[in-house]
């Protein structure tokens, strides 16, 4: 079974500050992809990071994954209370047949 | 466009009963689809993956017989959950890609909005 493993799990931080969200596993994955999901609905796609050393930008979101592909991050620059969420990174095994193989999760909160 | 609906959005039943679900793909044709379950405060945990005209790949330690999944057409995959027990109880959320058993390329997966199942 391929692992992700996904933290922190919880962090509560102030509007302004920057912070980060990891995603690591022992194993290579094809791609992974980052969603947020909100309460009482399915996770929407945010990236998808396919190349080894491949960073993404969406406006104050930075999305890196690793040279060996087993691992990535999420960067926030300058939170803002809407960034609140629940934010999952996934790993996909193999191609495009392959389900996803997702972390636990970080509950992201964004105190005003 | 990559629009994939749910239907129910949430449903309560009693006991021994089954309860099936459907997910749609509204605006593209969908090869694979894919079912998940997530508990409480967990992440989603991917039960089986079903390709349309065949039969449907499980997880280890999902039981094909209570989890029944149905990909009939390349736009509509139905998942049963027969004889429902409160164990059962969780939020199941199917996804869709494009890519079939012969792509070797990154698939999006689109989710839908998630059912939420009670059993009493």
């Known amino acids: 079974t391929q692992l992700l493993e996904q933290s922190p799990q919880f962090l509560s931080i102030q509007e302004g500050e920057n912070l980060t969200v990891y995603c690591n596993s022992s194993s290579v994955f094809s791609s992974l992809q980052w969603y947020r999901q909100e309460p009482g609905e399915g996770p929407v796609l945010l990236v998808t990071?396919?190349?080894?050393?491949e960073v993404k930008k969406l406006k104050r979101l930075t999305f890196q994954f690793g040279d060996a592909r087993k691992d990535s991050s999420l960067h926030i620059t300058a939170a803002q209370p809407g960034d609140t969420g629940l934010y999952l990174c996934a790993g996909q095994r193999g191609g495009g047949a392959d389900g996803l193989t997702f972390g636990k999760g970080t509950h992201l909160i964004i105190q005003p | 466009g990559a629009v994939v609906s749910q239907h129910p959005s949430w449903v309560i039943c009693k006991s021994g009963t089954s309860v099936k679900i459907e997910c749609r793909s509204l605006d593209f044709q969908a090869t694979t689809m894919f079912w998940y379950r997530q508990f409480p405060k967990q992440s989603l945990m991917l039960m089986a993956t079903?390709?349309?005209?065949?039969?449907?790949?499980?997880e280890q330690g999902v039981e094909k017989d209570k989890f029944l999944i149905n990909h009939a057409s390349l736009t509509l995959s139905t998942l049963t959950v027969t004889s429902a027990h409160p164990e059962d109880s969780s939020f199941y959320i199917c996804?869709?890609?494009?890519?079939?058993?012969?792509?070797?390329?990154?698939?999006?997966?689109?989710f839908g909005p998630g059912t939420r199942l009670t059993v009493l």
């Open positions: 079903s390709n349309e005209g065949s039969k449907a790949t499980y």
């Open positions: 990071v396919v190349t080894g050393g």
């Open positions: 996804s869709a890609s494009r890519g079939g058993w012969n792509t070797w390329d990154t698939d999006t997966q689109y």
